[in-house]
């Protein structure tokens, strides 16, 4: 415990050192879609419960929503021609291959100066490896440059997975944190700024958030934080 308050207070009181952003991922040039309707015939799917894989199965994709799964055979039989479901939009013969759920991948960085990696480079390594959410710690870059690509993710302007983003204490000060109202004011500032909402909503704080059109989060919201600050501790600990 005294190990970890010595790392924190030297990360509070270490002046600050100037980002040197990388390049920002350039625009999305290969790839289709989303369709309103996307079909994958005679997958093997792994649908992440835990369960054996089963199949061949029909998936219908509309959007960015999985809509219908559809058994159509057993393993090694012949198929169920009644039970296929239509043509759409595109069709992906995934006979022979195996479907399942994108990874999220809760701690990662997207690169840096000092490790000299584009931010291209990793994340298109995220989608090749089948992560399709990521949760992006510290900000490193500057919180302005991530959040501009956690949105242009989110608007499928460049190839990359979802993009959640937890800037690190004190990300982007401009002088060192030596004070408690210092480091409140700086984490209320950041939460702001990360997610879109005030870092917290009392009664007297919805009410100015409605007259200035900003939303609070929602109990859901904030419990949903939760889980994932558990989960991302979970997984810390148990390597």
Same mark, same amino acid.
């Given at each position: 415990?005294?190990y970890f308050?010595?790392?924190?207070?030297?990360?509070?009181?270490t002046?600050? @050192?100037?980002a040197? /952003?990388l390049?920002e991922?350039p625009?999305?040039t290969?790839g289709?879609?989303?369709?309103?309707?996307? @079909? $994958?015939r005679?997958?093997?799917l792994?649908?992440?419960t835990?369960?054996?894989?089963r199949g061949? @199965?029909? $998936?219908?994709?509309?959007? %960015?929503? $999985?809509a219908?799964?559809?058994a159509?055979?057993?393993?090694?039989?012949?198929?169920?021609?009644?039970?296929?479901l239509e043509?759409g939009?595109?069709v992906?013969?995934?006979?022979?291959?195996y479907v399942l759920?994108?990874?999220?991948?809760?701690?990662?960085?997207l690169?840096?100066?000092?490790?000299?990696t584009?931010a291209e480079y990793?994340? /298109?390594l995220?989608?090749?490896?089948?992560?399709?959410?990521?949760?992006e710690?510290a900000?490193?870059?500057?919180?302005?440059?991530?959040?501009?690509h956690?949105k242009?993710?989110?608007?499928?302007?460049?190839?990359?997975p979802r993009l959640?983003?937890?800037?690190a204490?004190?990300?982007?000060r401009e002088?060192?944190i030596?004070t408690p %109202?210092?480091?409140?004011?700086?984490?209320?500032r950041t939460?702001?700024?990360a997610s879109?909402?005030?870092?917290t909503?009392?009664?007297?704080?919805q009410?100015?958030a409605?007259r200035?059109?900003?939303?609070?989060?929602?109990?859901s919201e904030?419990s949903?934080?939760?889980w994932t600050?558990?989960?991302?501790?979970?997984r810390?600990t148990a390597?």
């Amino acid at each position: 415990m005294r190990y970890f308050t010595f790392l924190l207070t030297l990360a509070l009181l270490t002046p600050p @050192v100037s980002a040197q /952003k990388l390049p920002e991922a350039p625009d999305r040039t290969r790839g289709d879609g989303p369709y309103d309707r996307l @079909v $994958i015939r005679g997958a093997t799917l792994i649908d992440g419960t835990g369960a054996p894989a089963r199949g061949p @199965v029909d $998936i219908l994709v509309q959007g %960015d929503s $999985i809509a219908r799964i559809t058994a159509v055979g057993a393993p090694g039989g012949p198929m169920n021609e009644d039970a296929r479901l239509e043509d759409g939009d595109r069709v992906i013969d995934a006979s022979g291959m195996y479907v399942l759920p994108g990874f999220v991948d809760m701690h990662t960085h997207l690169g840096g100066v000092p490790q000299q990696t584009p931010a291209e480079y990793v994340l /298109k390594l995220w989608m090749a490896h089948g992560v399709t959410t990521a949760r992006e710690v510290a900000a490193g870059n500057g919180l302005d440059w991530t959040l501009h690509h956690r949105k242009r993710s989110a608007a499928n302007e460049i190839t990359a997975p979802r993009l959640a983003v937890y800037p690190a204490l004190g990300t982007d000060r401009e002088a060192p944190i030596t004070t408690p %109202d210092a480091a409140r004011t700086t984490t209320t500032r950041t939460r702001a700024t990360a997610s879109g909402m005030p870092a917290t909503c009392g009664s007297r704080r919805q009410s100015r958030a409605a007259r200035g059109g900003t939303r609070c989060s929602t109990p859901s919201e904030r419990s949903t934080l939760r889980w994932t600050l558990r989960l991302a501790f979970m997984r810390l600990t148990a390597t």
